[in-house]
């Protein structure tokens, strides 16, 4: 949650120093490196647990929040558009865990997982970097900057993967359901 503070942090801050933009990803990464290195010593310790899940799960959803928040108030992009992609990386992240907690398999599927939503958000904040400091100013495209568009395309991304969270969740209980009777 820390490094998902600092970036939160970087984006929040990004207009009046255009350099958190770089910074800014690299702590979504560090997010994601301890996220994945904290589930992999759980496991190896043989430490995992459902407490452990909830214990896991529930930062992450802060930290998806705090994230997309901070991009909202970059001021390089409508509030709005990082308050739906907060929101929608939330609901992507819980559709996941649906599948569990009706007693099938928890969910990872689809193209905006939580490691691409932080790629899309790196590649957004580095193109528009790279345009502003080339001189181009705060692009606007029918109207939306860079990182509007990268929300909408982790929106758009999200909408996707819940819908093929839940389409495989819906078929597992089918099959389930299928062999009980």
Not at 3 to 20: K, M, P, R, V
Not at 123 to 150: E, F, K, M, N, P
Request: proline fraction near 2%; include cysteine.
């Amino acid at each position: 949650m820390v490094a998902a503070g600092l970036a939160a942090i970087c984006f929040w801050q990004a207009s009046a120093h255009l350099w958190l933009l770089c910074v800014g990803p690299a702590f979504c990464y560090l997010r994601l490196w301890c996220n994945m290195l904290d589930g992999m010593v759980a496991l190896a310790s043989g430490r995992a647990s459902l407490r452990g899940e909830i214990l896991n799960d529930l930062p992450d959803r802060v930290s998806d929040i705090a994230i997309f928040v901070g991009v909202a108030h970059s001021g390089l992009c409508a509030v709005e558009s990082g308050y739906w992609a907060a929101l929608w990386a939330v609901l992507t992240a819980y559709v996941g865990t649906f599948g569990q907690a009706v007693g099938t398999r928890r969910q990872f599927g689809g193209v905006m997982a939580k490691p691409w939503r932080m790629v899309s958000l790196h590649v957004g904040a580095w193109t528009a970097l790279v345009l502003i400091w080339r001189g181009h100013g705060l692009v606007r495209l029918w109207g939306l900057t860079v990182l509007d568009w990268t929300c909408l395309i982790v929106i758009a991304g999200c909408v996707q993967t819940v819908w093929v969270r839940l389409a495989r969740i819906l078929a597992e209980l089918e099959r389930k359901a299928g062999k009980q009777s």
